[in-house]
C-alpha cells in the first residue's frame, strides 16, 4: 500500500497470543496519499501588531502580568494629591458668619488598585484633619475663629458613616454659648466633605 504498510505481529507465536497492527508511514516522496507537512511561516508586522492589540485589548494591570494573577499597586501619592485639591477651599456661609477650609494639614492612609484574575478592586483607608478659618458675629463684634476638622478613620464605600470632630484655637476667647455656636457651625461641613470625598472615590474607580 502507498503511503503506508500494514505490519502484522504475533507475540508469542502462538494463534491464542495477542496481535496487533501497526502502520507504517514512509517519506511523503514516495507517498501520494499522505497530507503534506505544515510549511513554517515567518510572522509580518502586522501579525505581530494585530496579536498585541488583541491581548492589550483585554487586559489590566502591568504589561508583565498577562496572565492576569495577583498585583497590587500602591495609589498613595496620587490619593493624597486629589484629596487635598478637592477638599482645599471650601467656604461655607452661616447666618452668623461664615468661614473656609485653608488647608488640609494631615491627611493619612493609604490607597490601592489590585488586579486579580484580569479584573480590578481598588480600596483606600485615611484619616484627615483640615484647618479652618472664619469670622462670626459676636455679640456685636466681628471675631476670627481658628479651628480644625478631624475626620477620624473612614475606608471604600463607608461614606455615609463620615464624622467629624471640631476643635477651636483659643477656646478661651469665647463663653460656652459661643463655643458651642461656632462648633455647631463648623459641623455643616460634613455635608461638602462628603460630596467631595464621593467624587473622589468616583475618580478611584475609573483609573
Known amino acids: 500500500m502507498e503511503g503506508g504498510a500494514a505490519a502484522p505481529s504475533n507475540v508469542g507465536g502462538t494463534s491464542e497470543s495477542a496481535s496487533y497492527t501497526y502502520w507504517v508511514r514512509k517519506d511523503l516522496k514516495d507517498s501520494k496519499d499522505a497530507a503534506p507537512l505544515p510549511v513554517p511561516r515567518k ?7 494585530n496579536s498585541s492589540n488583541s491581548h492589550s485589548s483585554n487586559h ?10 495577583w498585583e497590587e499597586k500602591n495609589l498613595n ?3 493624597n494629591d486629589t484629596i487635598k485639591e478637592l477638599l482645599g477651599f ?14 488640609v494639614s494631615k491627611c493619612s492612609g493609604d ?12 480600596g483606600y483607608t485615611y484619616e484627615l484633619t483640615l484647618k479652618v478659618k472664619g469670622e462670626w458675629m ?9 479651628g480644625h476638622l478631624d ?7 463607608e461614606l455615609d458613616d463620615l464624622q467629624v470632630e471640631v476643635r477651636l484655637d483659643a477656646e478661651k476667647d469665647f463663653v460656652p454659648e459661643d463655643k458651642a455656636r461656632i462648633r455647631k457651625d463648623l459641623k455643616m461641613f460634613l ?3 462628603q460630596e467631595k470625598l464621593i467624587e473622589f472615590e468616583k475618580q478611584l474607580k475609573d483609573r
Open 138 to 146: 459676636i455679640g456685636d463684634e466681628k471675631k476670627k475663629v481658628k
Open 111 to 122: 490607597a490601592f488598585l489590585v488586579t486579580v484574575r484580569n479584573k480590578k478592586r481598588v
Open 60 to 69: 489590566l494591570g502591568s504589561a508583565w502580568n498577562r496572565a492576569g494573577t
Open 77 to 79: 501619592g496620587w490619593a
Open 151 to 157: 475626620v477620624p478613620e473612614f475606608s471604600f464605600g
Open 43 to 49: 510572522l509580518s508586522p502586522q501579525d505581530l501588531l
Open 90 to 103: 471650601t467656604t461655607l456661609e452661616f447666618s452668623g458668619g461664615r468661614a473656609e477650609i485653608v488647608e
Open 191 to 193: 455635608q461638602p466633605i
